[in-house]
Structure formats: C-alpha cells, structure tokens
C-alpha cells in the first residue's frame, strides 16, 4: 500500500502569511493527488483534486503543485478562516491513504 | 440543496454489528461513486471502502475485508456499511462522501465534493 507523509505536522502562522505544506508518496502517484481541509468537529472539506485543479468555490489563495511523489499545498495569504488541519490524499491506487494531516493554528 | 446525511451509529460491543446509512438527495445519486471514510477520536481522516453508482465495482481497505461490506439502493437514493465482528479500533466518526470523479484526457480523479456530517460508531464493552 502507498504511504503518505506530510510536513511539518503542525504549524503556527498569522494573518497574511504564506503557507506552504509538503505531502510525500511512497511510490509514483503521476497528479493522482487531493488536498482536504478539515475544521475541528466538521466533515473535511475538498480544495484541491489532481495536484493542482482547484475546485469550484474555493478561494484562489489556495493552489497545488508537484506530481510524482512530492506535491505541495500553498495558502498565498492566510486569512483567519483558514487555520484548520490539512490532509492530503492518494488516489492512484486501492486503499486511498490520506496524509497524517497538517495542523496549521494561529501565531 | 445537495446533501448527504448518515445514520445507524452507536454503542456496540466487541463482535457485534451495526448498519450504517447514507441518504442522499438533492443530486442524482445513481450516477455517482460513494464512499465511506472515517475518523478515530483526536486521530486522521481514513479511507474505507467505495462503490461505484451501479453497484458493479466495490473496493475496500484491508483492515476492514471480510468484516465491513459496502452497497447501495439507488432506488431509496441510499449507500450502505453493514459492519460485522466490530473491534475497538473501528470506533470512529464514520462519513459519506460523494465522488464527483472528474475526469480529463481519459483520467479520472477522486474529488470527495459532498460530504455528510457524520455519524458516531463506539465499539465498547
């Protein structure tokens, strides 16, 4: 099975900061890679599918790169409803594996 | 308005059973892969079984083969988990999701869009 990592595993930031947070696969995924948001006590949230394809609604400080086995995940300006935890997920292959997730909490 | 919402969790001993469902309206959901996903307390999110919109293609993770079965009524616009021999480590906040399953040059991705808000599994003696 394919094995995600995720870096850092927490983060304080501020308002207006630029974020970045790294997933790593354990083998080749090509872009077959999603990002969710998740807010204490809600269902998570999808932002980002096929690396870097934004999906409808989401704001576009948000954005996605990278393809084989490192893809990052950038919050150009963090604004106050973005600290939540970030997860990333495979999808290249049977099981799905999300990351361990990001916890990204206010400076 | 599209949602999803789940039921069926609760309080169930070590080796015992539960049903969960997942109701969906506002969209068609015949057409769409469903899947589960749960969430141990304080713990990440994990990936657990999907179905595709005719009933024809499961998958499931492997610490629940054997025990956990995933299927659908589109009629009743309804996604299942019969969850059998339940273990401590199966509690969790269990969640429908839908697929939007998008799809380019003949390369389809997961992208879980519509997501149910939950439903609480304990497996406790």
């Known amino acids: 099975a394919i094995q995600m990592t995720q870096s850092p595993s927490s983060l304080s930031a501020s308002v207006g900061d630029r974020v970045t947070i790294t997933c790593r696969a354990s083998q080749d995924i090509r872009n077959d890679l999603g990002w969710y948001q998740q807010k204490p006590g809600k269902a998570p949230k999808l932002l980002i599918y096929a690396a870097s394809t934004l999906q409808n609604g989401v704001p576009s400080r948000f954005s996605g790169s990278g393809s084989g086995t490192d893809f990052t995940l950038t919050i150009s300006s963090l604004q106050p409803e973005d600290f939540a935890t970030y997860y990333c997920l495979q999808d290249y292959n049977y099981p799905r594996a999300f990351g361990p997730g990001t916890e990204v909490d206010i400076k | ?125």
């Open chain 2, 1 to 125: 308005e599209v949602q999803l919402v789940e039921s069926g969790g609760g309080l169930v001993q070590p080796g015992g059973s539960l049903r969960l469902s997942c109701a969906g309206s506002g969209f068609a959901l015949s057409t769409y892969w469903m899947t589960w996903l749960r969430q141990a307390p304080g713990k990440g999110l994990e990936w657990v079984a999907n179905i595709k919109g005719d009933g024809s293609d499961k998958n499931v993770v492997d610490s629940v083969k054997g025990r956990f079965i995933i299927s659908r009524d589109n009629a009743k616009k309804s996604i299942y988990l019969q969850m059998n021999s339940l273990r401590a480590e199966d509690t969790a906040v269990y969640y429908c999701a839908r697929d939007s399953n998008p799809h380019r040059y003949g390369h389809n991705w997961d992208a879980f869009d519509i997501w149910g808000q939950g439903t609480m599994v304990t497996v406790s003696s």
